[in-house]
């Protein structure tokens, strides 16, 4: 500037100028509060609170009193194994269902203690495992579960180790642990049969008698079946009709005749003895062929997986569960007449496996007419609680008196992890159980029911 000239004021920047200013700025701080430092902070406090966001949730119980009652069993002592007349011979299934679903593995479970029960061998019975991990807990959904439970949690009979009632010279069923005290001496090498010949295309009795000959033919005390090569029992004959030709005989067996829910699970049922409304507070603990929650309809609706599941069902001509097929039950499922009709057949699958809450009043509805004893509603759901409430209205429109599903029922911690097992105890006892065709929670029910003797037309389903 030269002397004397009139100074001017400086040029005023830009809007433009000032927001990339501006945004350069905010990248830098924003650079700068990201530093190798914060970003490693950030990274090892991540895990630690999603660790303190499933503690938060509770830890699971040990059953450490369940394990106890267990070892604890007549012949799990040294009398059994010292004393007059012959040593039992022990049947194991190492390849058993882990990490899966409570009824697939019960149902395994209950087939392979009659395969042990029809050989005259004592079934090896192991604890419901969730995971394998060297801790006693899995995380699932962001929160803790138990990764075994012992099997005397959820059932008893004798699969778990029960006595027998007209059975009184067939060996009872020890726990594994018992079994590699036994098993596990150098002296001792467990004789093991593979599976790898097994007829496992053929009918249920065709696949029991093959392995009761092999089973018969070996003098070793500790027996394992190798099932590497395929399981002993697959879904596929759990899932279709090959295994009603082993109904009659199961169902006469201890194991079925003898079944009965451990005693945690029906001390959670007595407990929600207001909710269920029994007409007597006895009924709560009788078992028999005659419903004790008269009046009530029990109805399996499972969503969640599910929504995904039922549409595949159609995709594969799915059929309903094997014991679901049993002559003599009411409702049939056929198909075939939408075989040509792709959306058609979908909706005809969705309706028995996904059924809208309109559907499922109108069934309810039906099978009322049919029982018009009916008046109360139990739904076994895995569900969420808001998600049963439109129902619950249409249900209450419709005429019922009462709606209760699974998440109002009260339960204490260990009876918490087994609530599936009492929501099945409550359905075996209702006046009606309406069942999902393709569950095997359905399926298990309906065979405990026709079991026990309970009327056949009682058995229903979506």
Same mark, same amino acid.
């Given at each position: ?78 009398? &059994? ?25 019960? =149902? ?23 995971? !394998? ?82 089973? /018969? ?12 090569? !395929? ?28 079944? /009965? ?15 269920? =409304?029994? #007409?007597? &507070? ?17 109805? !399996? ?54 059924? /809208? ?52 029922? =009260? ?45 056949? #037309? ?5």
């Amino acid at each position: 500037m030269l002397p004397g000239e009139p100074q001017l004021p400086s040029p005023r920047p830009s809007s433009a100028y000032i927001y990339r200013r501006r945004h350069v700025c905010s990248w830098r701080s924003l650079i700068h509060a990201f530093t190798l430092r914060r970003i490693l902070f950030s990274l090892l406090c991540a895990p630690i609170l999603a660790l303190l966001a499933i503690l938060c949730q509770g830890v699971p119980p040990s059953y450490n009193d369940i394990r106890i009652f267990e070892r604890r069993l007549p012949q799990h002592s040294v009398a &059994a194994l010292t004393g007059a007349g012959r040593q039992p011979r022990y049947l194991r299934f190492p390849g058993h269902l882990w990490g899966h679903g409570l009824n697939n593995v019960m =149902q395994e479970a209950l087939l392979m203690s009659y395969l042990a029960y029809v050989s005259n061998l004592s079934f090896v019975f192991e604890d419901y495992t969730w995971s !394998h991990t060297p801790l006693p807990w899995a995380i699932y959904d962001f929160a803790l579960r138990p990764a075994k439970i012992p099997l005397n949690a959820i059932i008893s009979g004798p699969t778990a180790g029960g006595p027998m009632t007209n059975a009184s010279q067939a060996p009872l069923a020890v726990s594994a642990d018992f079994y590699e005290h036994v098993c596990s001496s150098p002296d001792v090498v467990p004789y093991v049969i593979s599976s790898a010949d097994a007829p496992n295309d053929a009918d249920g009795a065709v696949i029991i008698e093959w392995w009761m000959e092999q089973l /018969t033919s070996v003098q070793e005390p500790c027996i394992e079946i190798d099932s590497s090569a !395929h399981d002993l029992f697959d879904r596929f004959l759990f899932g279709g009709p090959r295994i009603l030709s082993l109904w009659e005989s199961l169902a006469a067996s201890p194991i079925l005749s003898d079944f /009965t829910w451990s005693p945690l699970v029906q001390a959670a049922v007595a407990r929600n003895f207001a909710l269920l =409304q029994p #007409r007597a &507070a006895k009924d709560i603990y009788t078992a028999g062929s005659e419903p004790t929650l008269h009046g009530l309809v029990a109805i !399996h609706l499972r969503r969640g997986d599910y929504k995904r599941h039922c549409p595949n069902l159609a995709k594969w001509g799915a059929e309903y569960m094997g014991f679901n097929q049993h002559p003599a039950l009411i409702d049939r499922f056929d198909p075939a007449p939408y075989a040509d009709d792709a959306r058609s057949k979908e909706a005809y699958y969705l309706e028995h496996c996904l059924p /809208t809450t309109e559907q499922l009043v109108a069934r309810l509805h039906e099978i009322r007419l049919e029982h018009p004893e009916l008046r109360r509603v139990y739904v076994l759901s895995n569900d969420w609680a808001w998600a049963l409430e439109g129902l619950k209205e249409a249900l209450e429109e419709d005429g019922w008196e009462d709606f209760v599903s699974s998440v109002d029922i =009260q339960l204490d911690a260990e009876q918490y992890y087994v609530s599936m097992a009492v929501d099945m105890a409550i359905a075996e006892k209702a006046e009606v159980f309406v069942g999902n065709g393709f569950s095997s929670l359905s399926s298990n029910v309906v065979m405990l029911r026709m079991a026990k003797g309970m009327d056949v #037309r009682s058995n229903r389903f979506l």
